[in-house]
């Protein structure tokens, strides 16, 4: 066995499995598969684990160190603040939660669509507040295109005090997540918060010493974090939820401007159809995309707003390179 092999090989008697449920600048709280949850810190740089991560850690005394990150099915990449990415490991469904107000931003709804597309999560769009009847029919309008594009856009009235007597539709939002790994994403005053606490009734927070121990560090600020939702687990299948604050801009920089339209439906559709093999489908005469775009649903397959959305977003990632 060579030297480097005998390293690798060496501590795996004493490694154990966990989950990362919560990271916090460079720690970790790692949950156990019996349900014990203790803080870990990364063996050196590589090791810097996100969460949903299968890790496989060692004990060093009441904390943990991460030895090994386990191959990642997809990374959900976005920017939290300037120049600081957080991300989320091993998801099924992104739900892209907004509401009829305040008014959502179409950009930063595409910027999050084309992130999950990009790494092949299927993306569920709900539309929150139905029981504001007027903002909500134009919101639920300004969403046709995503719903002709295929995507799964869920109406939602998560409000307590409201009134209304028919389906809040939150049953059918259930059965989406059911026995899923889920990221939930949204704008500030979407109903992220309603959400969460109306899905699990006991706040599982951490108390006592590893919330100490947590806030100790440096970067306290609200952070992603998992939750077990028992109640919609199926066929033996456990459901989570992971909660994630903001929903600010998107990091794409790992998205070439040549990939992009392969991450929107809409425009994905005409993709080989155009004059040019290397159309950018900007300005070039022949091309099936660009032939597609009109500000009427009616004529095009591609909503014009759609189109300036790629545009934008195909010099931004353009402008990234150097
Ligand atoms: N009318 C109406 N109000 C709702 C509904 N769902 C949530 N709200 C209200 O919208 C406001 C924002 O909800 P939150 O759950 O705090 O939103 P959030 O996305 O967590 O926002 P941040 O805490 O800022 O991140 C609260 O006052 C909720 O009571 C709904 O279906 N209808
Ligand atoms: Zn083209």
Redesign the pocket.
Known sequence: MSKAKAREAAPTADLQAGLVVAAYGRHSLVETPDGRRLICHPRGKKNQAVVGDQVLWQATGDEGSIERLQERRNLFYRQDEIRTKSFAANLDRVLI?I???PEFSESQLCRALVAAEAEKITPIIAL?????AAPFAQAWERLAPYRAMGYLVLP???????TLTQS?GVDALCAQLQGQTTLVL????????????RLLPDAQVETGEISQALNSGKHTTTNTRWYWVPELDRAGQRTALIDS??FQEFGLNHIEPTQLAQCMPDLRQYLGQCKFYNCTHLHEPGCAVLAEVSTDEKTGTISARRHRIYAQLFEELGQQRW
């Open positions: 939660l509401a009829a107000e929150n507040k139905s029981d504001l939602l009235s998560l409000n307590p005090r409201s809040d949204g704008p500030s005053g979407s109903g992220k918060s309603t959400l969460i606490n604050p903001g």
